[in-house]
């Protein structure tokens, strides 16, 4: 059974970092992406930033330049580096993982709030 497992969300003041981890569990056939998505109160979930399987890192255009992402193979880890964090980053942040089938998995969601 695949399990993703968050951690490193908090509060932050404008202008600060957290960096986020993501550690999952189980077996994946063929990974297509790994990424992270958020949703903030009365909005639709959207996709942060990710990795594909070739390599390629996509970002929302509203986090470009802020947010980095990165994995770690041999941990079984994948990380949002999120610098330069502006109140409207406030949301619930989810790792995911795109694999074969397609078939989704998701993390539990840490919560991200920045004050102004």
């Known amino acids: 059974q695949v399990q993703l497992v968050e951690s490193g969300g908090g509060l932050v003041q404008a202008g600060g970092s957290l960096r986020l981890s993501c550690t999952y569990s189980g077996t994946i056939i063929s990974i297509y992406a790994m990424g992270w998505y958020r949703q903030a109160p009365g909005k639709e979930r959207e996709l942060v930033a990710n990795?594909?399987?070739?390599?390629?890192?996509n970002y929302a255009d509203s986090v470009k330049g802020r947010f980095s992402t990165s994995i770690d193979r041999a941990k079984n880890t994948f990380y949002l580096q999120m610098n330069s964090l502006k109140p409207e980053d406030t949301a619930v942040y989810y790792c995911h993982v795109l694999g074969f089938g397609p078939t989704e998995y998701w993390g539990q969601g840490t919560q991200v709030t920045v004050s102004s």
């Open positions: 990795i594909t399987g070739g390599g390629g890192e």
